[in-house]
């Protein structure tokens, strides 16, 4: 099973916010991350967190970090359709530098 | 600045043929890279690091094998595919120690029939 945890499906309407969650299990990592990935390609890199952080703003992008809990979520404001990817959290534990460890993908659908 | 490129975008290949899937990266030097699965409809699992020319590291145990031949290439690679292996692969990179963010190409989809 996966150490990272997301759920599969979110949708949407244009226009509200987004949020996607995800827990993980490695109170270790030092960064975690939000990446995004269109039908048919690579992931692209939204965000990143470093683990002493609680809060990251990226303009229409908002993670919040729980390290209590272990869990990171992603807030897009002002959803629009081209915000339809999936979303996938990872996380770097301490020791593993590139090694990230990823969640299945939370696919988003925003609908008009 | 730095690009990633990986080719094929997309190979169709029967079970009991040879795969070799390379990636080149542009504009860094001594990067750390990466090979990844994607299984359908799941998340990314590591199959291979490097660190430098040669080096390779496996993640898991299975049908394929990897090659850093040059600094910036990245080769992964296997004697007879199984249909197991069907899946979509993407290589990354970043740069080397104390790096903290990872970026990808654009990946192969592979099809084994």
């Known amino acids: 099973g996966e150490d990272v945890e997301q759920s599969l499906f979110l949708s949407v309407r244009e226009g509200d916010s987004s949020v996607i969650n995800c827990t993980y299990t490695d109170s270790s990592s030092t960064y975690l991350y939000w990446y995004k990935q269109e039908p048919g390609a690579g992931l692209q890199l939204l965000t990143y967190?470093?683990?002493?952080?609680d809060m990251k703003q990226d303009q229409r992008l908002t993670v919040l970090l729980n390290k209590k809990d272990k869990h990171l979520s992603l807030r897009i404001a002002d959803t629009q359709t081209g915000d339809s990817a999936i979303y996938f959290c990872a996380e770097r534990p301490t020791d593993s530098w590139g090694k990230l460890q990823f969640g299945a993908g939370t696919q988003v659908v925003v609908t008009p | 600045s730095q690009t990633i490129h990986q080719w094929p975008a997309t190979l169709v290949q029967p079970v009991g043929s040879p795969l070799s899937l390379e990636c080149t990266v542009e504009?860094?030097?001594?990067?750390?890279l990466y090979w990844y699965r994607q299984a359908a409809g799941r998340g990314l699992q590591l199959l291979f690091y490097?660190?430098?020319?040669?080096?390779i590291s496996s993640e898991v145990p299975q049908n394929l094998s990897a090659s850093r031949p040059q600094d910036r290439q990245f080769i992964l690679s296997s004697k007879k595919l199984l249909l197991s292996d069907s899946g979509f692969y993407l290589c990354a990179w970043e740069r080397g120690a104390g790096a903290n963010v990872l970026t990808f190409g654009a990946g192969s989809r592979l099809t084994v029939l």
């Open positions: 490097s660190v430098g020319i040669g080096q």
């Open positions: 967190i470093f683990s002493n952080m």
């Open positions: 504009g860094t030097s001594n990067p750390n």
